[in-house]
């Protein structure tokens, strides 16, 4: 059976995870933590770069920072992770869902400004699949709007929108280094921002609701309870396992990305016969290979499909119901206006395996046995 993922490995990560041990520091903000956050701030040019302990960590202390309050409303695609919305609803926010653009499956910057009401504080966005969303009319938006811009960026380390990375352009950018995305600690993530000002009450916020981190760097010589937090930081444990994969991140995403082009390359006479729709990369991103999908004619041959590629020993998956159409999308928000692409372009959306190291013989493997799908289908 091929997996649809597995998990990154490089080989070094234990040698760092024994050297963390042996520092005797395992919570965070030891070494590792602080090579990690470095590392960010150099590869990617932000200011702040806060290793937390997952992506949906990130964006709850971003929603904090924000300022976002009981009854305030919040912008976002609605076929996005439950965490983009949760961190939100946290806050006692209230959801306004957008369509998607069909091309990029992000959120439709021609949407948003008729999206905008008296009570709207923030815009979210994801880049799906590491395909960057088109950023400079949202920010004109939001900023003719005084809005703040929150990117969860969680699929989108080191992909770039005009030359700026993902997660560094709006107020605050949320990274996943969560075992299924291009570089892992298992279970982790990280806040990015620009703004000084902030690292102060993200760094309390982060810590409990303590300066703590203003005391380990001797600015204070005791520390105490100052605002709400809560417990966001990473154990060295897992900051050693992601500084492995940090330093090897350029054969990763190669890697990756030459999966990624070789099943472009493959289906591209399937997307002239008309049997399927490839990812769409506009001229202003530079995608991550973070994922491969497809669209296909619709629900029906989606099902087909995906128990095909099992009945081939691969693994193919389906991604996001759109969150408006859950329960706990009705109860915490509302769609706003026609849901045309939404729902219609979700349920199309097939996602191939690709990971780490797939291999050669896996990719030939993949993209025979999704062409004979189709063949078969034009002769019968
Ligand atoms: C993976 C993912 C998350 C959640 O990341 P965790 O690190 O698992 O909390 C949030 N948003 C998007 C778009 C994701 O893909």
């Not at 995305?181 to 690292?199: I, P, S, Y």
């Not at 016969?273 to 991103?285: L, M």
């Not at 296909?296 to 991604?319: C, N, P, W």
């Not at 219609?344 to 799908?373: D, H, M, T």
Request: a neutral charge; aromatic letters at 12%.
């Amino acid at each position: 059976m091929i997996d649809f993922n597995i998990p990154p490995y490089v080989g070094t990560e234990e040698k760092y995870i024994q050297e963390a041990i042996q520092n005797r520091k395992l919570c965070g903000d030891g070494m590792f933590t602080k090579r990690c956050s470095q590392w960010m701030e150099e590869t990617l040019c932000v200011r702040h770069a806060l290793l937390t302990t997952s992506c949906t960590h990130a964006l709850e202390m971003a929603a904090i920072l924000t300022g976002v309050k009981e009854g305030d409303e919040v912008i976002m695609p609605s076929y996005t992770f439950v965490s983009t919305a949760n961190a939100f609803v946290q806050r006692g926010a209230s959801i306004v869902f957008t369509d998607i653009r069909p091309d990029t499956m992000n959120l439709d910057e021609r949407l948003l400004e008729d999206a905008i009401t008296p009570r709207t504080r923030a815009i979210v966005l994801v880049h799906y699949a590491g395909v960057a969303c088109d950023m400079d009319p949202i920010l004109k938006i939001a900023r003719r709007h005084g809005l703040q811009v929150v990117e969860d960026a969680a699929q989108a380390i080191a992909a770039d929108y005009k030359g700026k990375a993902l997660g560094t352009i709006g107020d605050y950018g949320c990274l996943s280094f969560h075992e299924t995305k291009n570089l892992t600690m298992g279970e982790g993530g990280a806040l990015l921002f620009q703004k000084d000002e902030a690292l102060e009450p993200a760094e309390i916020i982060r810590e409990k609701g303590t300066n703590r981190s203003k005391f380990f760097r001797g600015q204070i010589d005791k520390y105490t309870w100052v605002d709400y937090g809560s417990s966001y930081l990473p154990s060295e444990l897992n900051a050693a396992y992601l500084w492995g994969q940090f330093m090897e991140s350029q054969k990763i995403q190669q890697d990756r990305m030459d999966t990624w082009n070789f099943y472009h390359q493959a289906f591209q006479d399937l997307e002239q016969a008309g049997y399927v729709n490839r990812p769409v990369i506009p001229s202003y991103a530079k995608h991550n290979a973070h994922m491969y999908y497809l669209k296909v004619a619709d629900l029906e041959t989606r099902t087909r499909f995906l128990s095909y590629m099992k009945e081939q020993g691969i693994l193919a998956v389906f991604h996001y119901i759109p969150l408006h159409s859950s329960s706990a999308g009705r109860k915490f928000g509302r769609f706003f206006g026609e849901d045309k692409y939404t729902t219609r372009e979700s349920e199309r959306l097939v996602r191939l395996p690709l990971y780490y190291g797939i291999g050669q013989e896996n990719r030939e493997k993949i993209a025979k046995a999704v062409q004979s799908f189709f063949v078969d289908r034009i002769k019968s």
